[in-house]
């Protein structure tokens, strides 16, 4: 199971990467093999600013749709929009390729407060 120590986690299977002021914001390989084969993600929250935990999102596999929360509270100001035609990209390439939203964080606190990479796999229990 691949979880990089240099992201953050949440209790819903997210990852998030801050640079700057701008966190990207994916699901976990963890998540993405639980949910299966993914066909579809829907983001019809660009450009909208969000709280720490509100749905951005959904992510579509063959058997399930689930909600993406946001592990941080800011404006989405990008969606990956190579999922729009590859969304096996999230199974492929999660921490890379298959990211899913950019957001201008509004509180860095936040970010902080998310899981580590140790604490996720106490999670997961991997």
């Given at each position: 199971?691949?979880i990089?120590?240099?992201?953050?986690?949440?209790?819903?299977?997210?990852?998030?990467?801050?640079?700057?002021?701008?966190?990207?914001?994916?699901?976990?390989?963890?998540?993405?093999?639980?949910?299966?084969?993914?066909?579809?993600?829907?983001?019809?929250?660009?450009?909208?600013?969000?709280?720490?935990?509100?749905?951005?999102?959904?992510?579509?596999?063959?058997?399930?749709?689930?909600?993406?929360?946001?592990?941080?509270?800011?404006?989405?100001?990008?969606?990956?929009?190579?999922?729009?035609?590859?969304?096996?990209?999230?199974?492929?390439?999660?921490?890379?390729?298959?990211?899913?939203?950019?957001?201008?964080?509004t509180?860095?606190?936040?970010?902080?407060?998310?899981?580590?990479?140790?604490?996720?796999?106490?999670?997961?229990?991997?």
């Open positions: 199971m691949n990089p120590a240099n992201l953050k986690y949440t209790k819903d299977h997210e990852w998030v990467r801050l640079e700057g002021d701008v966190a990207t914001v994916g699901i976990t390989d963890f998540a993405q093999k639980e949910l299966g084969d993914i066909v579809y993600v829907e983001v019809e929250t660009l450009d909208q600013t969000l709280d720490q935990d509100e749905v951005f999102g959904t992510v579509e596999a063959v058997k399930t749709v689930s909600d993406l929360f946001l592990p941080v509270a800011g404006e989405i100001i990008e969606f990956n929009e190579g999922l729009e035609t590859e969304p096996e990209l999230v199974n492929t390439d999660p921490y890379a390729a298959g990211w899913m939203i950019k957001v201008k964080v509180d860095t606190a936040q970010f902080d407060a998310l899981l580590s990479a140790d604490q996720y796999k106490e999670l997961i229990g991997a």
